[in-house]
């Protein structure tokens, strides 16, 4: 299973009797990425969980070539269903913002991502880090979050000694910011003014 969030997935993991065993995700969907799972399985692997994330759909057809080739379950935590309406405002915003967005690293839109959350990454390289951007959005109104504080490998009653690089770069690095179908064009004017006015700072970090 992924540590990039999903703390009560390794809870529930814990409370049938099974060990929670991390690999890394991809950089690009922040799913599970598919090599990573098939290093991490041995004798005693019972099922790959996979998780979907930020509306980005994970590798699933990859995936479930694994789960055959080592006969294992893979088990799908989905997110929740939007209106196809509210679906398309989210991607219309997500569009703006992809067009006009400076100093950071945009999502990949990919197939099928819903923009249950925008994500985008702000590299600290010595220059304004992710925390003290977000800090910064804030003061400016724009109502941005961490979306992953801690992977779940560093908490106390997870914590594993396992290398999870894109895992550990990802919580580091990104911020969600606001694509909300209720959000006017002014405001995602407002959005793109803040981020830019600050992402000015972290040029070229891409």
């Given at each position: 299973m992924p540590a990039f969030g999903n703390a009560e997935i390794a809870g529930a993991a814990t409370l049938v009797g099974a060990l929670p065993v991390f690999a890394d995700v991809d950089p690009v969907t922040y799913c599970?990425?598919?090599?990573?799972?098939?290093?991490?399985v041995t004798s005693r692997s019972a099922a790959v969980v996979v998780v979907h994330r930020f509306g980005r759909p994970a590798d699933v057809g990859r995936l479930h070539a694994v789960?055959?080739?080592?006969?294992?379950?893979v088990l799908e935590e989905g997110e929740?269903?939007?209106?196809?309406?509210e679906i398309a405002q989210r991607r219309e915003r997500a569009a703006y913002l992809d067009g006009r967005l400076r100093g950071v690293r945009?999502?990949?839109?990919?197939?099928?991502?819903?923009?249950?959350?925008?994500?985008?990454?702000?590299p600290g390289n010595g220059r304004p880090d992710r925390d003290a951007f977000a800090r910064a959005l804030r003061g400016r109104g724009v109502a941005c979050r961490v979306p992953v504080k801690t992977p779940v490998h560093r908490l106390p009653e997870f914590r594993r000694c396992v290398s999870l690089p894109e895992t550990e770069s990802a919580a580091d690095e990104t911020l969600a910011l606001p694509v909300d179908a209720s959000l006017t064009k002014r405001d995602m004017q407002r959005i793109v003014v803040a981020c830019n006015a600050l992402g000015g700072l972290l040029q070229p970090a891409f």
């Open positions: 599970l990425d598919p090599a990573a799972v098939e290093a991490a789960g055959q080739r080592h006969g294992l379950l929740s269903e939007a209106p196809y309406d945009m999502p990949d839109g990919g197939d099928g991502h819903t923009y249950q959350q925008y994500v985008v990454r702000v």
